[in-house]
Each structure stands twice: as C-alpha cells, then as structure tokens.
C-alpha cells in the first residue's frame, strides 16, 4: 500500500487558525484521512505540531530525515507568511527547533530552503501562507510574504506540481481537506495533475466569486441594500467586497454548511485574495466600486421588485374557487 | 522584589548539584512558538531551572498604527487561530468605549453565546485532543508504566456515568485518534464551533462582529439552532466531567505528592467575561460597576483572597516590563496617555503608553531570550511587581467567580467558596448538578480540571443568554447593532476573557486613525520571561517548582511531568526545553531524543 508523510510547518508568522480549520472539517474529516476511511487513500502519516504525539527533537525528527532526504515522498504544507530575514542585522523573525550546532533557533525559511527541494508537493494553508496575508500588511518590520513569492510563482516541485495555493483567513476547513484529499489522490494515479489558476487555487473551488454564490444577491437584483448590519439585505454598501471576491464560503458555509460570512451578514473583507488585507481596508467603508454598480441596478432593481411584489401578492392569495371562510360544523 | 521570587534563588544559584540541561523545542500539542530551557536535578528528582522563549515576532502593535480604528477587531482576530474571537470581542469592547456606541442588549447576547460557544469549543478541544494525549494510556506506558498497572486495577470510581470501567479504560479512550473518547471529543468541538458560527458567522476570526454590535440576523430559528446543540453537548459534559475528575484523582492517589507538579502560588488574574447589557455601557468612568456585573467575575487573588473586583484598578496596575525580550525599551519614549479619564495617572509602562520596537539578535539564556515581554501587576499594597498566571483561564475565572459570589443566574452560582452549575434533562440523561470547589493548589491537576468544568458552566451561562436573547426577540427588539461616529481624539479599553485567560485591548485614536495599539493575551502573562527584576515568568516557575514523577531516567526521558505543567496554562504558543549536567556547569547538551540532530546544519 502507498505511503506518505505529511509535513506541516506552523512556524510562518500565522496564528496556527488554519491547522485548528483542518480540525472543524468534515468533508473529509482529519479522521477520514488518516485512518483510511475513503477508498484508494495512501496511509498518511500527519506531522503537525498542534496535534503530535512527539514533542521537540522526536517531532522534528522526520523534518531533519526529509532534510537530509531520507523520508520520501511528503507533502510539505506551510501555514503562516514568511519573513525577510535579511531585513535585520542578526536574530530571527521566526524559527521552529534548535541548532545543536550553535545553539540558535533554526529559521523557519531555513527549513523551506531545504525541504522544498525534496518533496512531492508544497501547499501553502491559508492567506497568510499563499499571499503574505495580515502580517505583510503595509508597515510590517518583518517585510513577509507569500509561498510563491518566496519560491518563485513558477517554481516545481521535484514531481512537477507547481505550489498548491488554499487562500483562506481562515482556510475554508472543507477547502484545505479537499484539496489535501485531492492531492493524495493524484500521488497514488487516481487523479490527474491538480487544476489550478493563475493565483495557483484549485479551481474546482475558487471558480466563482462570493456574489455568485450569496444567498442575498437576490436582493442586490432587486436593488436592496441595507445601510445597517442585522438586516437579511444586501450588505455591499456596509463594506462587503462579495462580488469581486474569489471565494465559495456563502455557498458551502463555514462548516457544515453553517456559518459564513454576507450570507450571514458580515462584510466580506477579501480574506481569500492576493490584495488582501490592504486593498480592502477600512474594511467597513462601502467599496468604491460598488457606489457605481449599486446606482447601475438600482432602476432595474426597484421596477423587478415592484413587479414582483405585486405578482407576490396576487399569490399569497388562494384561487378564488377554494373555501375562504370555514364550513359551518355540525355540532 | 516580588516575595514569590524567594523561594527560587537557591535553585538557580546552587552549584553542588547535578544539573543535566534538556531542551524540547518546538514543545507539540499547544498553540504558536513556544520554548522551555530547563536544567534538571536527576539525583533529586526535581527540575531546578526554567525558561521560557518564543521564537515568533509578528508586529501587530507595530503595523496597526495609523490604521481605521474601526478594523481593530478584523485585524486583531488574526493573533489567534483557535481564539481569534476572543481577541476580536475584546477590541469591540474597547473600540465601543473609544466610539462611545453602546450596542442593542440582543447583540450583548449574541456575542455572549458566541463567546460561550468558543469556551465550550476551545477547551474541550485542548483538553481531549491536546492535553488528554499526556494522560492517555501510550504516554503512561511510556513515562510511568507503574501507574499504568495501577490505572488498570483501579476502577472508575463515576462509571456508571462515563461508561469506563477502570482508570486504564479511560487512558485508552484517550490514545490520540483510535481513543472513543478522543475521536468524540473531536466531533463535540465541531458541533461547539457550528454554535459559534451561528452567533459569530465564522471560526475563528468571526465575520459577524462589529464596533456597535453585530451582523447576525437575531431570529427564532437562530437560537434553535444554537439550543439544540448546546443540549448535545450538555449530555456529553454529564460524561466529560466525571471523566476528567476520575482522571486527575487517580493522578493524587496513584502518585503521592503529584500535588506538587506544576503548583505555584496563588496568583491569578480574571479579567472578567460576558456582559451584562443591562448594565454595561462601555464608559470608563463606570467601568469599575459593570465590570462587577460581568457574568464571570474579574478579579485578582493572590494567595487564596480576592484583592479586588475593579477593572479600574486592574488597569491601572497592569505595567509591561522588559529585561529578556528582543526589543527596544519605550520608558524615554512618547506618552500617549498621561490620565484616564477619572483622572488617575497612566504609567509609563502601562500598555496605552507602551512603544513596541523589535530588536531581532542572537538567543542568550542568560541576557535576551524570547519575543514574549514580561506583564505584571503592579501591587500598590505591597510595592511589588505580581507576575500573575490565569490558571490556564478557567481556573482564575472560577476563583474569582467564587470568591466575589456575585453570579447567580439560575444554572450558575457563585457560593463563595465554590460555584454550582445545574445542567438540566438532556434526551438521555437526567439533570445533573456540578460543584466546582475551591482547591487547595493552583497546580497542574487543577488547572485541568476547572477546564472541564468550565466547560459546564459556559454551557449552563449559555442556557441563560439564550433565555435572555428570546425575551427580547419576542418583544420584537430584533436591532443588533447602533450607529456610531470615531472621533478624532479617543482612548479605549476592554477587559475580556480569552480562552485560556486574561485579554486587554488598550486602543489610542489620534486623528481619526489609531496611534497606538497594544492587546495582552494570556500568554504572555503566563509565559513571560525573567523580568527586570529578575522574577521569573508563571511557565518557568511553575516548572522550577515540579518534582519530577515520571520513571525514565535522562538517556529516555520524556519530560512528562514538565510537559504536563506547560500544557495545562493552555499555552498560545510553540515552544522547547534545554538542560546541564555536573555541578552547575554544563558539561553535556542534550536534546530529548537525540537521534537526528547532526542533520541540520
């Protein structure tokens, strides 16, 4: 049976919220994957350090055999951005483990530097990981960035998959685990290599933007937008960046199909995107573009809706043959 | 110098005895960068040093500045990935206090539920999946096979209640992953975190959340939902609970003086949780009163009595100090804040006028050694610097709850001496009353242990926010949030319980864009390095303190019981260990295993 390890870096400047996503997802479940529960899977072995059995130099053990290419295949999976440690004179920005050598922490881009040469695939876990995120906000010391900008956009694995991008503040619990799933499924042949766009996302899920997928994009058609958060409208004019943002969480939900984010009413702030965080910040200002596109549907939107209201209410009503008052009962 | 420093000295400066020096870094199983340094004494059994680094700076402090104060709580979410809500309420309450906006009571119990949701969720996932693995029955076979014999003689004494029959049973439901109970609890934190994003939108930086309030639609339906779970997860805690308190009362009896692992003295920080919209309206002057109506108490104790409920005094005393951490010291630098507005003055050090300037260098155990600083409490009474601990959260939240015995909301109550949580009928088992008693310790055992039962309480404080939402949703009061203005020139606070403890927000808006900005979770509080002053943080003196229990001598150890003591402050952080051998002097190095080692160079 095929075999294969996965090695899962939190030590970029992140929060670990995409390895505790991983944990809330279901479809598949951490579970399901690593105790072989779906047919065709691999025995997966999971190195991550919110969830190890093994603590320090047990942990890091299979790291330093991959390092020294003795563990083969692994997917490396990186969550947080990385520094620029040449930003500074000496120390670290971020490190995992301990140089025996000198005594000093080892960087985390050291441990990319030389793991990404031998593995299967690199896959960066959320924003943060993809695109630099929240800690290459503008003003940032530590001048981080994304897996792709660290690597090359172009780079390739030694088995010629390009760096597997799952945007997400947090990841989309299902989105991280189906890719995860996906890629098992393509080192064992039973998928062909994983389709990607140009920003490196699946594109099986992040093919369409949130509006498309919003339950209250009826009411944006229909020219109804709310200025005041707790309403079931439209919330673009409250800051929500929906309909030109690359993300499928108002159609799957956050979990379990609960949750998430217009669908729900809270602005979406472009979490999953490249630009993300700074060109859609202050994220509760109305997004310039949109003052445009909402005055453009607001004729249309207003005269469907008058329309349609008054087709509702000709329906709310039963055919006039049915009973409208209550047969007299016999006592 | 603090007086809960003395006892250590003699440990740290004693050169007769044979100290080894380990090192566990990154330390698994916990959140974020986290590295304890200690030196042990084989001979007697006891860890004689301790430090504490990190090895992650981000700078939010640093690269928030000049942004819209109204993104505070967005861009704060994101410090935490298993408790990034909480940090994200905790900037609402100080954005509402700067923005001077009170928000609709119905969006108070919205982020009330939300909130309860995330303690349910948190804790039940670190205590099970995180924790749990360092009593589960591979580990005790591993570091203690003795009292895995025993654990498998020993029935449990609430099995009828958990379905365990010995203490060995309940181990092996712990093993991570093929454990009954693990994979349960796995599936529990799910279910916990679809409440949280019915109320919060989304896990674990909500999408929901604002200054004023919140997004969430407040219908019938909304509170169903969250109704049925949480009665789910009630039936589960009537097993949990029990389950734990087996567990760790083995531990006493199994191995005399386990007491002593992990303990240090009393000194715990509660900065209060859930607000009551009745009385809470966000305005400094009268903080000190709604703070009290808090449903989970803040306060202080320090050694066993409660120094003060007043979240002004609180913040006042809150001082950030250096002396081990990579950055620049701001005492010759602005001050943003000079008075609050009662007109008390602002230190120096205080968080509104602290300067954050990172200093990256090279790691020195005995200069500059970590990213955390060293917060501290600045005790008037005695003029001593309190390197206060949360008990891992859940234990200073309930010893100030049941000291200051202000709650009393039906399902809790606070006694005094204890709290009283009273879980109702669930579909298959009966109601169940709990007692969480004060214990005699603030140690490793009881740090877990009030864990699952705040899990209960959170549950039971749940059942009343639900009852108080529908009161106002049935009398139609269904706004959630109010309009508001930033003002040019502001400051404001929050005081909230994060998961695993303490959490402040201290917020500066100059001009209409914030000019200083700096959040204190619980984890630097408790994995502080030496101060100035040279006190010790509560991770490196709880571990100084623990006798060493565990069977394998140094060519093997594990450091179970160390392990055992960082976990339970429920760190937020990755970190190591390191230790010495022969008369004080290091004469070997050793990382625990050591296989592997030579290969990164």
Not at chain 2, 161 to 179: E, K, Q, S
Not at chain 2, 421 to 445: Q, V
Not at chain 2, 585 to 596: C, D, L, Q, Y
Request: proline share 8%; charged share 20%; aromatic share 10%.
């Amino acid at each position: 049976m095929a075999e294969i390890d996965i090695l899962w870096i939190t030590a970029g400047l992140g929060c670990d919220g995409d390895t505790i996503a991983m944990t809330a997802a279901t479809q598949p479940s951490l579970e399901d994957v690593l105790l072989g529960a779906l047919p065709g899977l691999p025995t997966v072995r999971l190195h991550n350090p919110v969830l190890a059995y093994a603590n320090g130099e047990a942990f890091l053990a299979p790291f330093r055999r991959a390092v020294a290419g003795e563990l083969d295949p692994f997917i490396l999976v990186v969550e947080g951005s990385i520094p620029n440690e040449r930003l500074k004179q000496e120390g670290f920005w971020a490190a995992m483990g301990t140089d025996p050598a000198t005594g000093q922490p080892i960087t985390t881009c050291e441990w990319i530097d030389r793991l990404a040469p031998h593995a299967w695939a690199v896959v960066g876990a959320g924003t943060c990981a993809t695109y630099g995120g929240i800690h290459a906000m503008e003003g940032n010391p530590t001048g981080c960035m994304g897996l792709p900008d660290y690597l090359g956009w172009r780079w390739r694995s030694k088995a010629g998959v390009p760096i597997v991008c799952v945007p997400g503040c947090p990841v989309q619990p299902d989105n991280f685990m189906e890719t995860l799933l996906y890629l098992l499924y393509q080192y064992v042949g039973l998928s062909p290599m994983i389709p990607l766009d140009e920003a490196l996302r699946p594109t099986w899920l992040f093919s369409q933007t949130v509006h498309e997928g919003c339950d209250r994009g009826g009411y944006y058609e229909q020219g109804d937008f709310t200025a005041e958060y707790g309403s079931k409208k439209c919330i673009v004019k409250l800051g929500c960046w929906g309909p030109v943002v690359v993300c499928n969480v108002p159609k799957r939900g956050w979990m379990n199909g609960i949750g998430g984010c217009p669908n729900v009413g809270g602005v979406c702030i472009g979490c999953t995107m490249p630009g993300f965080p700074d060109k859609f910040m202050p994220f509760m200002n109305e997004p310039p573009g949109a003052a445009i596109s909402t005055s453009a549907v607001l004729m249309y939107g207003r005269t469907v809706r008058a329309l349609r209201n008054f087709t509702k209410s000709a329906l709310d009503k039963e055919p006039s043959w049915r009973r409208t008052t209550p047969p007299e009962r016999t006592p | 110098m603090a007086p809960d420093d003395a006892p250590r000295k003699d440990a740290m400066t004693d050169g007769s005895r044979q100290l080894v020096e380990m090192a566990w870094d990154p330390i698994t199983r916990i959140i974020g960068s986290l590295g304890i340094h200690t030196k042990i004494d084989f001979a007697n059994r006891q860890v004689a040093e301790c430090r504490s680094t990190s090895s992650i700076f981000r700078g939010y402090s640093v690269f928030m500045k000049g942004k819209d104060p109204r993104d505070a709580h967005q861009i704060t979410s994101r410090i935490c990935g298993i408790c990034g809500d909480n940090h994200a309420t905790c900037a609402v309450y100080a954005q509402n206090m700067a923005f001077g906006v009170v928000p609709p009571a119905l969006a108070e119990w919205i982020i009330n539920l939300g909130e309860a949701a995330e303690y349910m969720f948190d804790h039940n996932l670190f205590q099970d999946n995180l924790v749990g693995v360092d009593y589960c029955e591979q580990m005790v076979r591993e570091t203690n096979p003795g009292v895995l014999a025993r654990a498998e003689r020993t029935a449990a004494p609430h099995a009828d209640r958990h379905g365990y029959r010995t203490i060995a049973d309940i181990m092996r439901a712990l093993n991570p992953f093929t454990g009954v109970f693990y994979r349960e609890a796995l599936q529990m934190s799910r279910l916990t975190r679809e409440m949280f994003c019915l109320m919060e939108g989304r896990h674990v930086h909500p999408s929901t959340l604002y200054p004023g309030g919140v997004g969430t639609v407040a219908s019938p339906q909304l509170f169903t939902e969250y109704t049925v779970r949480l009665m789910r997860y009630i039936e589960f805690l009537k097993r949990s609970v029990p389950l734990h308190d087996d567990l760790f009362d083995f531990f006493y009896e199994a191995l005399p003086g386990y007491e002593a692992v992990g303990r240090r003295r009393v000194l715990l920080a509660c900065w209060g949780a859930f607000q009551n919209p009745d009385r809470c309206d966000f305005t400094y002057a009268r903080m000190a009163e709604w703070g009290r109506e808090m449903y989970v108490t803040p306060g202080i104790v320090i050694d066993g009595q409660l120094r003060t409920t007043d979240l002004v005094e609180i913040n006042l005393g809150i001082r950030v100090l250096l002396g081990s951490s990579f950055y620049d010291d701001w005492q010759t630098g602005e001050t943003f804040v000079r008075q609050d507005p009662l007109g008390n003055p602002i230190d120096q050090r205080h968080p509104w006028n602290q300067t954050t300037t990172p200093r990256p260098q090279k790691r020195d155990f005995a200069g500059k050694y970590t990213w955390v600083m060293s917060p501290r409490w600045y005790d008037a009474a005695s003029g001593a610097h309190l390197a206060l601990d949360t008990g891992g959260g859940p234990l200073a939240r309930f010893w100030a709850t049941a000291l200051a015995g202000r709650v009393d909301i039906g399902h809790v109550r606070a006694t005094g001496k204890g709290v009283e949580i009273h879980l109702p009928k669930t579909a298959l088992a009966p109601p169940l009353d709990l007692e969480w008693r004060i214990p005699r310790w603030s140690n490793t055992l009881e740090r877990n242990r009030a864990r699952s039962y705040f899990q209960a309480y959170a549950a039971a404080a749940a059942l009343h926010f639900v009852e108080r939402a529908l009161v106002e949703v049935h009398a139609g009061r269904t706004k959630t949030w109010s309009e508001f203005r930033v003002p040019d020139e502001a400051i404001g606070c929050g005081f909230h319980e994060a998961v695993r403890g303490a959490l402040s927000h201290h917020l500066v808006i100059r001009q209409g864009k914030i000019a200083n900005y700096h959040p204190y979770p619980p984890t630097p509080w408790n994995a502080s390095p030496r101060d100035v002053f040279g006190t010790p943080g509560p991770y490196e003196d709880a571990v100084q303190n623990t006798p060493i229990f565990e069977e394998n001598g140094p060519d093997t150890f594990k450091g179970i019981d160390i392990m055992r003591t960082v976990r339970s402050f429920d760190p937020c952080m990755p970190c190591g260990v390191h230790m010495y051998l022969g008369n004080g002097k290091e004469i070997a190095v050793r990382h625990s295993p050591t296989f592997g080692a030579e290969l990164l160079r």
